[in-house]
Structure formats: C-alpha cells, structure tokens
C-alpha cells in the first residue's frame, strides 16, 4: 500500500527565513505528487504538482518542490517565508494505476511569526 | 473554483441513526473521494471511486460506505453513527493527468 510521510507536525519561523517541509513516499512504481496548502477554515488548494519532466517543479506564492527519485522524497521549500504563508502543507502522492488511489500525510503546521 | 458541492456542511446528529453525505459534481470527472480530517491525522481516505458503480476502500472505511449510481454524485453513507466519526468530512475530484480538487467539506457532530 502507498503512504506518506511528513517529518515535521510543527514548524515555527520568523518573516523571511527560509523553509524546508520533508515529505517521503512509499510506492513501487510511477508516481504524481502534489503539495497543497489549507488556510484555517478552508479547504485545501494546490501548491504546486509534479507528474513528470523537470523534478524541480516551481507553484504559485513562490513555493517550489524538487522530485528526488532516488529518495522517494518530494521536499517543499520557499526562499523567504511570509506571515500569510500561516497555514497547514499536505503533501499527496497518486500511483500510476487506472484507480487512482490519492493518500495525503499527515500535515505540517507552519506558524510564521512577524 | 471546481464544481463541487458537498452537503449538508453542518450537521448534528445523536449516536446510532444514519447519515448520509451528497457530493455533487459538475465537471464530468471520472475519480471521486471521501476523506475524513481530524487533528494530528492529516487527510485520512475513506472510500474512493474510479468511475460509476466503482468504489474501493480507503484506510478508514470501517463503519462507512458508498454508493456511485451516476457521474455527478458520490454519497458516503454512516450506517450507524458514532461519536468517533465526529470529523470534518471533504470530498474530493480528479481527472487522470489532474490534480484533486477539493469542496468545501462537512462537519459533522455526533453526540
């Protein structure tokens, strides 16, 4: 069965650090990955995706995420975080299979603080 | 945003009636997904389906079930509710070379 893994449940930064959220994957073939982001009382919209070509995939707000095959990791980073950057990142992962199973982990808290 | 419509978004109900939750699509698209968000849990799959009449179990489907009978709509079901199903229920689509998107999600009390 495919899962993922989100190291960090809480992270904590001021305005302008830079960030880094970890997300690893088990899965035995092809996959699609997908970070998404969710505003306190929201649902969850897209950050950004990756299904193939450059692993080094860039969304909106500045995130970028880079495909490490090898590592089976999917690692979110922004340069210089904001304080409306506040919220909670999920990352997701969908195998190549015709059913489609999208699992998501965990999720990580990113406070900012100004 | 995505054509989708979850209802009822608010509901209250006591331990041991059933429920039943609509997801409505307008977008024609083929996967459909339940998830249940609780804290500390992230997203957790309940039931999911890969087009019309099929489903499959997600890793927390006990206690839950689903019905497809056409495109636009995927209903998931409480036979008998419990106050551990107290949780914050999103419906979600996709399309194959998509990303999901998400409805506005349900919460639902159990007392």
């Known amino acids: 069965a495919q899962s993922v893994s989100q190291h960090n449940h809480h992270v904590i930064l001021s305005e302008a650090a830079s960030l880094e959220l970890g997300c690893n994957y088990s899965?035995?073939?092809?996959?699609?990955l997908f970070w998404y982001v969710q505003y306190p009382g929201q649902h969850l919209q897209l950050l950004l995706k990756?299904?193939?070509?450059?692993?080094l995939v860039k969304g909106i707000k500045g995130f970028e995420a880079e495909f490490i095959k090898s590592k089976f990791s999917f690692n979110l980073r922004k340069p210089s975080v904001q304080w409306s950057d506040t919220a909670e990142y999920f990352c997701?992962?969908?195998?190549?299979?015709?059913?489609?199973?999208?699992?998501f982990g965990s999720g990580t808290q990113l406070t900012v603080l100004p | 945003d995505a054509g989708i419509t979850q209802s009822p978004r608010h509901k209250v109900t006591e331990t041991g009636t059933p429920v039943t939750l609509r997801c409505h699509q307008t977008e024609n698209h083929r996967y459909m997904y339940w998830y249940r968000q609780d804290p500390g849990h992230g997203l957790r799959l309940i039931h999911y389906?890969?087009?019309?009449?099929?489903?499959d179990k997600g890793e927390v489907s006990d206690g839950y079930s689903v019905s497809r009978s056409k495109t636009e709509d995927f209903l998931l079901t409480l036979e008998s509710a419990t106050s551990s199903q107290t949780s914050v229920y999103f419906c979600?689509?996709?399309?194959?070379?998509?990303?999901?998107?998400f409805g506005q999600g349900t919460r639902l009390t159990v007392v």
């Open positions: 899965y035995g073939g092809t996959v699609n």
């Open positions: 990756y299904f193939s070509g450059d692993p």
């Open positions: 997701a992962v969908v195998g190549s299979g015709s059913a489609r199973q999208l699992t």
């Open positions: 979600a689509i996709s399309e194959m070379n998509t990303e999901a998107f």
């Open positions: 389906s890969y087009g019309v009449k099929d489903t």
